[in-house]
T-cell receptor, first 112, second 118 residues
Framework: AAGVIQSPRHLIKEKRETATLKCYPI?????VYWYQQGPGQDPQFLIS???????DKGSIPDRFSAQQFSDYHSELNMSSLELGDSALYFC???????????FGQGTRLTVV | AQKVTQAQTEISVVEKEDVTLDCVYE???????LFWYKQPPSGELVFLIR??????QNEISGRYSWNFQKSTSSFNFTITASQVVDSAVYCC???????????????FGKGTLLTVNP
């Protein structure tokens, strides 16, 4: 079965650079969530989209923005990267009305 | 505010032993959802189970079983006859949700690292 696809899987950026993470949800899933998992930490909710509209916002820095496109894929844009942004970024998708979210394999971002 | 506590940070067992991972949650909502995810060393989060707050029936799936008790706000996970491949971080999570398919964001516990030794 098709799963959530995230790209790239690994990314190395320098401080103050920008990064774009992409997420392709499971087919027919219309809701996308982004989470950030720092080293040794639990995943923290960043932002979510439903039917291309932002549905909720968590602890997402102002330097980050995200959107969901007409084909339901989503992109997380991160600017002015800081060392503390180094983390595993997960995208998850779900189907309308169902609480369970299925996660991608994550993008490991390293800021040097 | 919702909160998930996994008091056990690390557990180490020998293969074939049974092991129970504890999860205690806090929420003010009457409708909520509880989850367990497995995070192997490769890093991905693998969905294991979801329980609804209105369904306290315990569940068994192969060697896995889950015990949901609203009276103690607990949702514990037991692995019977553990295997080396069970070694992973296990995360308990809670979603209050607002219905309508628009927002079921998860609050995770800190996770329990389970190591199963041969």
């Amino acid at each position: 079965a098709a799963g959530v696809i995230q790209s790239p899987r690994h990314l190395i950026k320098e401080k103050r650079e920008t990064a774009t993470l992409k997420c392709y949800p499971i087919p027919r899933h219309d809701t996308v969530y982004w989470y950030q998992q720092g080293p040794g930490q639990d995943p923290q909710f960043l932002i979510s989209f439903y039917e291309k509209m932002q549905s909720d916002k968590g602890s997402i820095p102002d330097r980050f923005s995200a959107q969901q496109f007409s084909d339901y894929h989503s992109e997380l844009n991160m600017s002015s990267l800081e060392l503390g942004d180094s983390a595993l970024y997960f995208c998850a998708s779900s189907l309308t009305g169902l609480p369970e979210a299925f996660f991608g394999q994550g993008t490991r971002l390293t800021v040097v | 505010a919702q909160k998930v506590t996994q008091a056990q940070t690390e557990i180490s067992v020998v293969e074939k032993e049974d092991v129970t991972l504890d999860c205690v949650y806090e929420t003010r909502d009457t409708t909520y959802y509880l989850f367990w995810y497995k995070q192997p060393p490769s890093g991905e989060l693998v969905f294991l189970i979801r329980r609804n707050s209105f369904d306290e029936q315990n569940e068994i799936s192969g060697r896995y079983s889950w015990n949901f008790q609203k009276s103690t706000s607990s949702f514990n996970f037991t692995i019977t006859a553990s295997q080396v491949v069970d070694s992973a971080v296990y995360c308990c999570a809670l979603s209050e949700g607002v219905g309508g398919g628009s927002n079921y964001k998860l609050t995770f516990g800190k996770g329990t690292l389970l190591t199963v030794n041969p």
